[in-house]
């Protein structure tokens, strides 16, 4: 029988970083009907683990990988086919697949030279663009993280946007020396940034500290935001977690950091040993502990957030979006509560603060809609 209507699935690319990634266990059984979106098998990356979700209908009809295998982005992970195709024709595209599959090199499956810099408000910034839709966003991180946080996001967003994602000063492989660490400093350097790259107007999705800055750049300019989406933001409410923001500053070990980034998420075995050594890696960078403390400073005081923006969010003329973990460490969910009227708050049960790494399919649904 032809091999028409058989479709491999394959290990996916999430983020521009990705080069491998482990099979951690099968969620669907053979001879299971798949549809979009379900879920298929859990997967561990360097940095944590995910769920694929199935990309295209059909029933499963052969698992190739195995739990523990550890295989290059692009290797055959398991097959979809109509049931009325035979065993010999899967077992035909198997080998066809295994015999030509050729590995991405090394520069292909860090993206290509997809990281580029670029000079913004004094500071050297890295960045990636995916797409090229008429839609513009700029995806914006949180403290102590990079433009990596949106692996899972900035692809998909890009299926029908270009989208943008870049690290803040002191952070990932921008410049380390921070003039100015004040939640209003920072929104100048997303405003710059979209100068240098040469976006008019942009929907800013905005993670943590990111969330305060994104949310004080749609303040401070009003026609530069066609929409706003805050995630787990600061700058809504007074509480945090002061303890992890100063352990994170003074972290050199890779056991305290590992229970520090655990703290990030619901489930602790999705923080893996690559994340943690990164993090490690970047805290020793010349510089960072100082930009980290000068940030950390301009919008925290005594373990209390210093910054409140709520009182801007119901002038505000674009449309917002607001999304929490219901069980984030970090920054209370409950600050999400009794926002004005024009905006639509997402909180979502189980996950914590990293909410966009840990429920990708449901937030990405919410910032795509």
Not at 104 to 113: I, L, R
Not at 193 to 209: K, P, R, T, W, Y
Not at 221 to 248: C, E, K, M, Q, T
Request: hydrophobic share 45%; aromatic share 6%.
């Amino acid at each position: 029988m032809s091999n028409d209507g058989i479709i491999a699935i394959t290990m996916p690319k999430w983020g521009l970083s990705m080069q491998e990634g482990k099979v951690m266990e099968w969620l669907a059984e053979e001879g299971a009907t798949l549809t979009r979106g379900d879920p298929v098998m859990d997967i561990e990356t360097e940095k944590i683990a995910n769920t694929f979700e199935a990309l295209d209908a059909g029933v499963l009809r052969r698992k190739v990988a195995q739990p523990d295998d550890v295989l290059p982005i692009g290797a055959l992970l398991g097959v979809i086919a109509p049931a009325e195709v035979d065993d010999a024709a899967i077992d035909a595209f198997i080998a066809e697949f295994q015999a030509n599959y050729v590995p991405p090199a090394e520069d292909e499956a860090e993206g290509g030279g997809g990281w580029q810099t670029i000079d913004a408000a004094g500071y050297r910034l890295r960045y990636s663009k995916m797409g090229d839709g008429a839609r513009h966003i700029v995806l914006v991180h949180g403290f102590g993280g990079d433009a990596d946080r949106w692996a899972f996001t900035q692809e998909p967003l890009a299926a029908n946007a270009s989208v943008w994602a870049f690290d803040l000063p002191g952070h990932g492989q921008s410049s380390k020396q921070v003039t100015d660490g004040s939640v209003a400093a920072l929104a100048e350097v997303v405003v710059a940034f979209m100068d240098a790259v040469g976006i008019d107007q942009a929907e800013l999705v905005g993670h943590s500290l990111g969330g305060a800055i994104a949310l004080q750049t749609a303040i401070a300019h009003p026609d530069r935001v066609s929409g706003l989406a805050l995630i787990a933001p600061a700058g809504l409410g007074s509480a945090i977690n002061g303890d992890y923001l100063a352990g994170f500053i003074a972290c050199d070990n890779r056991k305290e950091m590992k229970g520090l980034l655990q703290q990030l998420v619901a489930d602790p075995e999705l923080v893996g040993r690559q994340l943690v050594a990164d993090m490690l890696a970047f805290k020793r960078i010349d510089g960072v502990p100082e930009a980290l403390a000068t940030i950390a400073a301009g919008f925290t005081a005594d373990g209390r957030q210093s910054v409140d923006l709520r009182g801007g969010l119901a002038g505000l003329g674009m449309p917002v979006k607001v999304i929490w973990g219901d069980q984030d460490r970090i920054i209370p969910a409950s600050q999400a509560a009794d926002l004005p009227g024009n905006v639509s708050t997402h909180v979502l049960p189980g996950y914590g603060h990293l909410v966009q790494l840990e429920a990708v399919a449901e937030v990405n649904a919410i910032l795509g809609a």
